[in-house]
């Protein structure tokens, strides 16, 4: 004989069920009967001589109960083993021995037991010879060889109301595992968000429609960060809602969920509201656990939250939850979540599991925006310490990028820079502290400061690495990087280079040839006790010379060789698209180098400076010294007018005259050497005085009775702009003026 198979159904804790101790947890899992397999022979009665089973629709032990989405069992009946039934559970309407096999007193297929009429159901579904009202023949009984054709369905009554549950319909948690399951499953799903948009989307979407038919999720505006103490009124702002959608999806098995017309639900929710000290909503917020509103402190405090004009839209009864959001020191919000009139109300352990949701979500909203201030801080800290423009330089175009290691380690050592020095040349310096923290970024402001500062001086490239690397041994023992410190002088064409343990720079010519400088590699900044050397560079016009950081070419995946090679034929690749006669356009070439980076190349910071030499034409350029003598400003004066003249600036002529002779008289009044003057035509007109005196001119108000002291004066107003540099072995004066 077979064995008979029997599913388990766990059943509802609201309700205990006839002779079954609710306290039990044996008694929680009650099985249900199968449909008996078609037999040609006659069983006697289900359950024994006189035994009854219930019919369809009560609380009968095998009832099948719908659950929460998700936390469905399943009803494959060889999946299941059979539990062994508490002694106050009644005999199984599947045989009469509680959890054991089946008695030969089991009716056959068509056979009706006794008290159940024809054409009704047996209590688990299981078909007891129903008949059709037209036909003589019941329509359980099958032919030979054929399995007994199983009844349609009938909607389950919800066993608190009464009322059938529509079909699509979320039910409502009636269990505790129901409710550990899915706060277990929420709060996952709320911990997964790393921002605040991520966290408060997961709050709404595990709780519609599982918990709720909608929710509004309101935050402080603004939001308070670690200790800070807010200032100011409490503003609560609405930060998102959401609700079940009017229309379900019929194609995946949902049905359209009855809602009312209009729905109220659609009209809940204010915008912003100010929370007033002493108010009712205060009161509650204060209070911090969740509270149903049909209370009289939330039914006072909700007009303040919603709005006078939308609390009428509210569903009557516990069926809306108001739940602060605390975060670790403050309340930084509240929640509200909604139930439709058709849907059963909350119940007293829902306002636990609001309590949970509003918890978690307060965390992480709190961590969220903790998380937020760093990266915040992070990016104005790397983006102060690198330059926000790179200056206009004569002779020369510049293009930087910066990439950072991450997305959560945005900071890092590696820096570049660009500074203009005395007679329009330039410094181009890219350098690279180890790490990628905090601590790096501001190292490697030090650094950077420390190298502008002997930018200013006007000091060869080897010495200015020699303090670098005496700066870097006084800020620790341990602070190391590599650096490459060039300056470029437009008017002689050429570029002086020195290098502290930095990757070698490429040199792209302008018919498409790159190349790999070689320059003294030295020793990093930090260790000590080194000599570091220059090399001096021919810089041909067109010419693009690339500075790097070793993230561009070193990585897990290949050695810093490697990859400065595959820089170098990347480099003239692209060039070749542009022909030989065009240099291919700075920032178009910075981006087709990035591209090189695979991905799995990003083990490190990447920072970037292109330079374009354009240079200075030798006939644009005009160079005289002068000796220190009373007659040297009226030469200087003939000296600029012929250069005028032979470059077509007779328009300028007078302002010339008057700055050149007011700089060259300063000059010569201190000097004790030659003093050097030079014109530059190129998209301005520069002029340089230069002495060996090395104080700076400043700008002063000459009193009424001072016979001098108005030179710098007129030079502020008629120049475009002007100023004055130290060199090691004196000063230079500039000024510049539009042409035309």
Known sequence: MDSTRVTEHPTSFDRPSTGADPTDP??????????????????????????????????????????????????????????????????????????GAPSDDTPSAGVTPAGVAPGEVSAGGGQAGLVRPDSGAPTGAAGPGRRAAPPEPEPEPDRRTG????????????????????????????????????????????????????????????LPVGDERPTGPLVLRLRRTD????????????????????SELETVGAELCEVRPGSALAEVLRGVRPVFTDTPAARAALPELLGEERDFALPDGRRAILAPLRGRRRVIGAALFLRGPERIAFEADDLLVAAQL???????????????????????????????????????????????????ARVGGDWYDAIPLPGSRVALVVGDVMGHSMTSAAIMGQLRTTAQTLAGLDLPPQEVLHHLDEQAQRLGTDRMATCLYAVYDPVAHRITVANAGHPPPVLLHLGGHAEVLRVPAGAPIGVGGVDFEAVELDAPAGATLLLYTDGLVESRLRDVWTGIEQLRERLAATAQLTGPDHPPPLEALCDEVLDMLGPGDRDDDIALLAARFDGIAPSDVSYWFLDPEDAAPGKARRLARRALARWGMEDLTDAVEL??????????????????????????????????????????????????????????????????????????????????
């Open 243 to 262: 609700r079940i959608p009017a229309e379900r999806d019929t194609e995946g098995g949902f049905t359209p969920a009855p809602q009312p017309e209009p």
């Open 163 to 222: 009322q059938p549950t529509a079909p699509g319909r979320p039910t409502p948690m009636r269990r505790d595992g129901d409710r550990l399951r899915f706060v277990g499953a929420a709060t996952r799903r709320i911990a997964r968000g790393m921002d605040l948009d991520e966290i408060v989307m997961g709050l709404c979407r595990a709780t519609v429609p599982t918990f709720a038919d909608a929710i509004l999720v309101y935050l402080r505006e603004p």
């Open 659 to 740: 700055l050149v002779s007011e700089v060259v008289t300063n000059a010569v009044r201190y000097a004790s050497k030659p003093v050097t003057l030079r014109l530059l035509r190129t998209d301005v007109l520069r002029c340089e005085v230069g002495d060996d005196v090395p104080q700076l001119p400043r700008l002063r108000q000459a009193r009424a009775t001072d016979e001098g002291g108005r030179g710098l004066y007129l030079v502020n107003r008629l120049a475009r702009r002007w100023g004055a540099t130290r060199l090691s072995t004196g000063k230079v004066v500039w000024f510049e003026l539009n042409r035309g």
């Open 26 to 99: 044996r008694g929680a899992l009650l099985r249900t009967p199968v449909p008996p397999r078609a037999s040609g022979s006659a069983l006697p009665a289900q359950g024994g001589a006189g035994q009854t089973p219930p019919a369809a629709g009560e609380d009968s032990p095998g009832a099948f109960e719908h659950s929460q989405p998700g936390a469905e069992q399943a009803a494959e009946p060889d999946t299941h083993r059979p539990r062994p039934t508490s002694e106050g559970v009644p005999a199984q309407p599947d045989g009469g021995q509680p959890g």
């Open 358 to 408: 509003a918890t978690h979500s307060a965390l992480g909203i709190d961590k969220a925006v903790l998380y937020g201030r760093e990266a915040y801080i992070a990016d104005e800290l790397q983006r102060t310490m690198l330059p926000e423009n790179l200056p206009r330089c004569t002779g020369v175009r510049l293009a930087s990028r910066y990439l950072p290691a991450a997305e959560t």
